[in-house]
């Protein structure tokens, strides 16, 4: 009984969210005022996450567009014999036949504006709007992981474009966070870190304090609360271990310091997921820095590289399978017969890991030891010596090959990468043991990446990247797989 009457209030309350929903869209704009709106934001976030996607479907679906009407705009249109045709008398343009085309194509470009776009931008006009519209987006987003809906997904698409033009950089604003803060402000950087946890509040004002900086976009109408913020540490050098960055005390003076080491960078907002305010972010920094600080002349990060163990596994997995399936793992000469079949390891590689894996893993192959070695999360391997020195040279080499190889629709396949690639930068160097945290080696098998920012070549890589794919990067990573780019340079001048 209890749970019938549940049942019932919830059916309720979703049925006057709903009302309220169409009220929102359906009022003449000016009798939209704040307490209409108010009513839509407290309602929907009273609902469950099941009865949110009740609505967000009903929203996608029954306030979209018109497609009656646009085809018959279209075929209104068509039907038109265009200016300047040998249909008008002596080829001078009719200002009324003019009129008439004019009319339809605003007509088609009104029909084109799903229905929900008057939601979208009520709500932004309400002074808690574009935070509640950043939580319809994640959830949206989050309905979208359990299946792909055609409608939801253009629901997506449109609220995305809005955000991202109601979130251009002219509308945001650049503050360097500090000490002085408020505590609401800190307690937020600490909740919102998401490359390296901050352990403490010493922690937490050592990366705050002489030697570092912290710089976050914020937005008018979400005060308090960065969109975005990016952490900065003011070296020597290029930094090689995320330790040196988390653990230098004392830091060096700043006025000796020649590089800006970008080495977190951390969204607060789900419901931003794909807009690149990261880009913006980035950009501005650099310039503050070389303004505040000339001596600075060298930007670049020490970056995690999130997705290469779960691709070198899967690769080992598969690989170490198919060999056993062909039962060819002793005979090197057959495996050049097999079109799928790639043995990842150059045989020096091989040798050194069959010779070096002892009780910890077994295996009839190299690629079988290694994947054995790499697959449980006690990481035991890197408490030899001996299978740090078998397994450093070919986890370096398959890291380079990943980075600057492995591709999804000709680009990166590593997130961050691809971030930082597609906002100009390039791949510096690549660090070994640079990251010994537990998540350090569940990613990345503890490496780490440098990319550089040069500013002069900062739009130039970007575009290269975006129109061909092209990933610049130094000698030094190159050469871990030199001989394969090679072989591709001479098979495409054949």
């Not at 995320?242 to 419901?271: K, M, R």
């Amino acid at each position: 009984m209890e749970h019938g009457k549940e049942t019932l209030n919830h059916q309720r309350s979703f049925e006057v969210v709903r009302e309220s929903l169409h009220s929102v869209i359906s009022m003449n704009k000016t009798e939209v005022g704040d307490s209409v709106l108010n009513e839509f934001l407290e309602g929907y976030c009273s609902l469950s996450f099941e009865n949110r996607r009740k609505l967000l479907l009903t929203l996608a679906k029954e306030y979209d567009l018109n497609r009656a009407q646009v085809r018959e705009l279209i075929k209104q249109y068509l039907g038109l014999q265009p200016p300047g045709s040998e249909a008008q008398s002596g080829g001078v343009a009719d200002e009324g036949f003019l009129s008439t085309f004019y009319r339809i194509e605003r007509n088609l470009r009104h029909s084109l504006k799903p229905v929900y776009e008057t939601l979208f931008e009520r709500l932004n006009t309400h002074p808690e709007g574009l935070k509640f519209l950043t939580i319809i987006r994640a959830d949206i987003l989050s309905i979208l992981t359990e299946g792909n809906i055609a409608s939801l997904r253009a629901l997506d698409s449109y609220l995305k474009e809005k955000l991202t033009t109601w979130l251009s950089p002219a509308a945001l604003e650049l503050h360097q966070i500090t000490w002085d803060d408020p505590a609401s402000l800190l307690e937020k950087i600490v909740f919102y870190e998401a490359v390296h946890p901050i352990s403490n509040l010493i922690d937490l004002k050592r990366r705050l304090g002489v030697g570092r900086r912290c710089f976050g976009y914020f937005h008018s109408a979400i005060p308090r609360e960065p969109l975005i913020f990016i952490e900065v540490a003011l070296l020597k050098n290029i930094a090689e271990t995320i330790q040196e960055v988390l653990w230098d005390n004392p830091p060096i003076a700043e006025s000796e310091a020649t590089c800006a080491l970008f080495y977190s960078i951390s969204s607060t907002q789900p419901g931003l997921a794909g807009i690149n305010l990261g880009k913006f972010l980035i950009k501005r920094v650099i310039t503050l820095v070389k303004i505040d600080m000339p001596h600075i002349s060298v930007f670049a990060t020490l970056s995690p590289i999130p997705g290469f163990m779960q691709w070198l596994l899967s690769k080992l997995a598969s690989q170490s399978k198919l060999a056993k399936a062909e039962d060819i793992s002793r005979s090197p000469a057959d495996r050049s017969g097999l079109t799928f079949y790639e043995n990842i390891l150059e045989p020096e590689e091989e040798r050194a890991l069959i010779d070096s894996s002892g009780d910890l893993a077994s295996g009839k192959s190299g690629m079988e030891i290694m994947l054995n070695l790499l697959t449980p999360t006690t990481h035991e391997w890197t408490n030899s010596d001996k299978l740090l020195s078998a397994l450093k040279p070919p986890l370096m080499r398959l890291c380079a090959r990943y980075l600057l190889q492995e591709k999804k629709r000709g680009k990166a396949l590593d997130s961050v990468a691809n971030f930082h690639l597609q906002n100009g930068a390039m791949v510096q160097r690549i660090n070994w043991m640079a990251d010994q945290s537990e998540k350090g080696l569940n990613q990345s098998a503890g490496i780490m990446v440098n990319y550089v920012y040069r500013p002069e070549n900062i739009e130039e890589y970007a575009q290269l990247y975006f129109s061909k794919g092209h990933i610049h990067s130094s000698y030094d990573v190159k050469r871990y797989i030199q001989p394969v780019l090679e072989n591709e340079s001479k098979d495409s001048l054949l």
